[in-house]
């Protein structure tokens, strides 16, 4: 209780902190009754209040439902393949561009229609985590559902039952459903769509951090431009790129409390229903009219990605492998060329995994523009970016898969051991026979070198790096079930008989050194290594892999070729078992971000694309509340130790720190087929520092400290210092055992103690304090303070939000023709700012009611204020007491609408 | 040799004369239409009727997109399967039919969104499987009890008549073996 008292104290200090300089009012404004901008947008802009926040704020947020996201449609196969029927079917263009407009219309539509149904308690939640087990048969189809890829029949036939009686009383009949599933109807549930023309300011939270006065005036003019950069999502005529469109829902859910709690179900849901519906609903049918039929075809969870408006989360973020992965599509999100791309270590040969990026980077920036909308001149554009960017990663790991299953599958079912062992075997005794001579004996002594050398570092017992990933990959249904529906056969047997190959080869590797085959003189040619070796290896990265395929067909036939297509699959003994090997890696390899980047679960995906520190908290590599954390723990110490020199003064203190704990690797684990992962820390926790100030005692101006710490500085926040000397003794050499950079440790994490002492320049303080008890407190208390302040002046890990409407922030802009500096701090709080709270009553009643922007007002206290709106020559009357006109709580019937402008109140 | 083979697998088995149609209809519904001669029995088991079948398929989940196993039908296909020599009786073809849910997927398929509109890539491969004559060859496919396709099982292809034959499909294209090294 304390704690947390202590936590919100130290936040508001924060606040304060930093808004010193501005001051709560508008005085500054001249007096002013009229409007300034008198012309207002036409479009009333319904969109959600934009929430700013720091580092911080934004990772604490990952852990809230969200409540805007933005739906990228990408409907290019849906555009070739209408193209094709069109053709089949004798239509013109007209049908394939209808046909792309029509499946916008029914992914948009369909997504509001489950979200109000959903929000309008009509339709049950369908839990996700632990909370699943309330609901006994949703549960296990769940648990059956695991078992298999893709979508999962059992679960359409229990969406189907629940899709049926919606809207009445017969869910329990289907399932344990009770209250706890439903969203309590609130006063005004709503959704609005729009399809986005351009990023604008209006997503100026992923821009920035605190909003200025700059950048709140320039959501403002946006706003008053609103319809130049967005409109609503059935407007087609605005959307002229057929390939793909992106598209922002925003959600209004009043029961804030109930959201917090429900809203990670409700976005679960919200995407099972519409992987359902779209499909085999009525509603869908009706709206793809006359499509439907056609559009059932389609691969749906492929074709639509969400992703959170801001920090918040549409599912809650976990620290496995299919959410890291996915996550991991950001980097494709981003302004990037190909050569950059190449570079990602999805591309790698032997990728580090999604998991990597945390370890080399666990303070990313964020809310800084990271996903370059800025760089695109239309949110088209971007989209089509990150189209395009997934469409070739998608593209590149399918193929590696896809090739390495079939090749594997193809020497083991034509080929298997016994022949590749024969013909090493026989190219062995022609080596020794021959006495290595000809070009064509050196070209197989290379080949041998880099049989032995890929098998040895990839498979040997104790060298291997592969050989943990293969028991890893046995127990993962994913890929399985992939290399049985493009082989008919199951993945361990392709891991079998690999394992058997590699025993074989490496037997063979054995008998091949006591022949000497590589005695001299013998040197390698690197070039000839695998890839995938090279890359392991770091050899020279600026020399191009060379197969040696081609200067061995010369001298021999191949082993294994494709009849129709004469393709050589494998030539020799060696290259064939080689190929197996890289197969294997490349299996392995695509295995790591191949939920991110294919469609194996049947589920619509959900990336936190612009929250970096969604994956960052859920692994536990950043906490939000750790900067809190310890400078609660650094002023209570000062407190402490102030209260124990006022009764014990001696020269000799302790400080303690709470050390910020780093993530060095990760460990992995398969929990129901998925891969789970574990963090593993640098080893501290806590840093102690003894300090024994000699100064006063032994007229020496020196202050002994020792520290795990080579940087401690207990003092540091008082002191001039002086010249320090400094000596650390390390735990041990830096003996580095790792398997690639994740497993680096921090050379810090090493020092076990370090000695410095500090000629101190302003000793004098010290010494008088130790002196006078009086004053030894207040040193600690002083301490304490100087050290809070310093602590709370951290922009970046101390949680900071602010929160902006943009429509009450048009109204001041509209007021004042632009944005007072007094008023930024009142609209950063969501609030509105007009000259006076009558006005803003009436104003925001009005604007909220009726959805129209007011032009002017005129307060008419105890009679009828009159409101002006463009397009009407008459005012809209407003009743408005004498008394108590700021406080009041108007109503949409306080307001009389002329009757010549009622036509411009009626919905379309 | 090849085309000896076909010409023995096109001319020595069972003739039921039946002509395979992949159709896509006005209200945007996938078929197989079989029209058959009046006095074989194909169309008979089937539908009942005497001269033709319209059979109208289910929906194939996930058919349009770029999923793996699409991929590896429009990309590979020539790679990853052959022919095995068998062609199914009318009374297998009948009981595939009635049995299963299926999918027929032609050279000029919807499906196809790897292919550029106008390319025929994918149409020669399963006539150079047929033997590269004129045969309007269709693969058929199962689907799974979620619509999505289990397997690609058989490919028809047409003779000079315009009668189809259903021939089993490989999962392993056909392949030469070199000899181990002298």
Redesign the interface.
């Known amino acids: 209780m304390f704690r947390e008292i202590l936590i919100t104290l130290l936040v508001s200090m924060a606040f304060s902190l930093n808004a010193f300089s501005e001051v709560d009012d508008i005085d500054d404004v001249e007096d002013q009754n009229y409007w300034r901008l008198t012309e207002t947008s036409n479009h009333w802009l319904d969109l959600n209040r934009l929430r700013f926040t720091n580092r911080a704020s934004c990772a604490k947020d990952s852990r809230r439902p969200t409540e805007s996201t933005f739906i990228l449609v990408d409907n290019?196969?849906?555009g070739?393949?209408?193209?094709?029927?069109s053709?089949?079917?004798g239509k013109n263009g007209e049908f394939t561009k209808n046909g792309v407009y029509r499946f916008r219309y029914t992914v948009t539509a369909l997504t509001k229609l489950i979200a109000q149904e959903l929000m309008h308690g009509e339709l049950p939640l369908l839990p996700t985590g632990p909370e699943s087990t309330f609901l006994p048969t949703y549960s296990n189809i769940l648990k059956e559902c695991a078992k298999e890829v893709?979508?999962?029949?059992q679960l359409?036939d229990y969406i189907r039952k629940i899709w049926e009686t919606r809207k009445g009383q017969g869910h329990s009949n289907i399932d344990n459903f009770t209250g706890v599933q439903f969203l309590t109807k609130s006063p005004e549930p709503r959704t609005s769509c729009h399809y986005l023309k351009q990023f604008s300011p209006l997503e100026a939270h992923l821009y920035g951090t605190k909003p200025d006065v700059d950048t709140l005036e320039e959501i403002a003019k946006t706003v008053h431009k609103n319809g130049d950069y967005l409109t609503s999502c059935d407007d087609f005529n605005s959307q002229t790129d057929l390939k793909q469109a992106i598209y922002q829902l925003d959600l209004r859910f009043l029961n804030s409390e109930e959201w917090e709690k429900k809203g990670f179900h409700f976005w679960h849901s919200l995407k099972i229903y519409l992987s359902w519906a779209f499909?085999e609903s009525d509603e869908a049918m009706q709206m793809a009219y006359?499509?439907?039929?056609?559009f059932?075809?389609?691969?749906l969870?492929?074709?639509i990605y969400f992703f959170s408006n801001g920090c918040h989360s549409l599912e809650l973020p976990e620290c496995s492998r299919e959410s890291l992965s996915i996550n991991s599509l950001r980097f494709l999100a981003q302004s990037a060329d190909r050569k950059e791309l190449a570079q990602l270590d999805m591309f790698s040969y032997t990728p580090q995994g999604p998991s990597s990026d945390i370890v080399r980077n666990d303070r990313p920036d964020v809310n800084l523009d990271i996903l370059d909308f800025a760089e695109f001149e239309s949110g088209d554009a971007w989209a089509s970016n990150f189209r395009e960017n997934l469409?070739r990663s998608?593209?590149f790991v399918?193929?590696k898969?896809?090739?390495a299953i079939?090749s594997l599958?193809?020497v083991q079912?034509?080929?298997g051991v016994q022949?590749i062992l024969?013909?090493l075997e026989?190219?062995k005794n022609?080596l020794i026979s021959n006495g290595m001579n000809s070009e064509e004996d050196a070209i197989y002594r290379q080949e041998l070198y880099y049989l032995c050398s890929e098998f040895r570092v990839a498979m040997d017992e104790k060298l291997s790096f592969l050989r943990k990933d293969l028991e890893f990959l046995r127990q993962q249904t994913t890929i399985n079930s992939?290399s049985t529906?493009?082989?008919?056969k199951d993945l361990n047997q392709l891991i079998s008989y690999t394992s058997e190959l590699s025993n074989a080869v490496i037997n063979h590797c054995d008998s091949l050194e006591k022949s000497k085959i590589w005695s001299e003189p013998f040197i390698v040619d690197k070039k000839g290594l695998a890839p995938w070796y090279q890359e392991f290896a770091r050899i020279n990265q600026n020399v191009a892999p060379h197969d040696l395929s081609n200067d061995l067909v010369k001298h021999?036939?191949?082993?294994?070729?494709?009849?129709?297509?004469k393709?050589v699959?494998c030539i020799?003994?060696a290259h064939c078992a080689r190929k197996s090997l890289s197969a294997l890696i490349d299996i392995s390899a695509s295995l790591q971000y191949i939920e991110g980047l294919?469609?194996l679960s049947g589920k619509i995906k959900s990336p936190d694309l612009v929250n970096p520190y969604a994956e960052r908290v859920a692994c536990r590599a950043y906490d939000p509340w750790g900067k809190t954390k310890s400078t609660i723990f650094d002023f209570l110490q000062n407190i402490g130790m102030a209260a124990v020199s006022a009764y014990v003064p001696t020269p000799i203190y302790v400080d303690v720190k709470l050390a910020n704990r780093k993530v060095i690797s990760f460990n992995q684990m398969v929990k129901d087929g998925n891969v789970y992962f574990d963090p593993k820390f640098d080893k501290r926790k806590i840093q102690a520092t003894l300090v024994a100030d000699f100064g006063p005692l032994l007229s020496t101006p020196c202050m002994v400290t020792v520290s795990g710490d080579p940087n401690a500085r207990p003092t540091g926040y008082l002191y001039l210092d002086g010249i320090t000397t400094q000596a650390c003794h390390q735990r041990e050499n830096n003996n580095v055992n790792a398997y690639g950079p994740a497993d680096v440790q921090s050379n810090d994490s090493n020092v076990t103690a370090c000695v410095s002492c500090t000629i101190s320049l302003v000793n004098i303080a010290s010494t008088a304090s130790t002196y006078n008890p009086a004053i030894r407190p207040l040193f600690f208390l002083l301490k304490g303070v100087v050290g809070l302040v310093s602590n709370l002046k951290d922009p970046h890990n101390f949680p900071r939000s602010w929160e902006v409407d943009p429509n009450r922030l048009y109204s001041s802009y509209r007021k004042f023709g632009f944005i007072p500096k007094s008023c930024a701090r009142r609209i950063r709080d969501d609030k509105s700012c007009l000259k006076a709270y009558c006005e803003t009553n009436i104003v925001e009643t009005f604007e909220s009611n009726f959805k129209k922007y007011v032009s002017d007002v005129t307060i008419i206290k105890g009679g009828k204020s009159k409101i002006w709106i463009n397009g009407c020559d008459e005012p809209v009357l407003a009743n408005i007491p004498y008394f108590g006109c700021a406080t009041t709580k108007l109503q949409k019937k306080d307001f009389e609408i002329p009757s010549s402008c009622k036509h411009l109140f009626e919905a379309k | 040799m090849k085309s000896i083979l076909l010409f023995l697998i096109l001319f020595s088995s069972q003739v039921f004369g039946a002509e395979f149609l992949d159709k896509w209809t006005e209200t945007l519904n996938h078929e197989l239409v079989l029209n058959c001669s009046e006095e074989e029995g194909l169309c008979q088991n089937i539908c009942n009727k005497a001269d033709q079948c319209k059979i109208k398929q289910t929906t194939c989940r996930d058919c349009i997109g770029t999923n793996l196993f699409m991929s590896h039908i429009f990309q590979s296909f020539l790679e990853s399967y052959s022919l095995t020599g068998r062609e199914l009786s009318e009374a297998e073809v009948s009981d595939y039919l009635i049995k299963n849910k299926f999918v027929s997927i032609s050279g000029s398929s919807p499906f196809n969104v790897f292919d550029d509109v106008g390319s025929n890539r994918f149409e020669r491969q399963l006539t150079s499987l047929c033997g590269g004559m004129d045969s309007f060859p269709l693969l058929l496919g199962s689907l799974k009890k979620n619509g999505a396709i289990r397997s690609i099982d058989f490919l028809i292809c047409h003779d000079e008549m315009g009668t189809g034959r259903v021939m089993e499909l490989s999962h392993l294209p056909d392949v030469i073996i070199g000899a181990a090294l002298h």
């Open positions: 290019l196969n849906l070739r393949s209408l193209l094709r029927l053709k089949r079917i893709g979508h999962c029949a359409d499909r006359p499509y439907g039929e056609f059932k075809n389609i691969d969870e492929e074709s469409e998608r593209g399918k193929l898969l896809s090739k079939t599958n193809l079912e034509f080929l022949k024969n013909d026989k190219q022609r992939i529906s493009l082989t008919n021999r036939v191949p082993l294994l070729t494709l009849k129709d297509k393709n699959i020799s003994g294919l469609n």
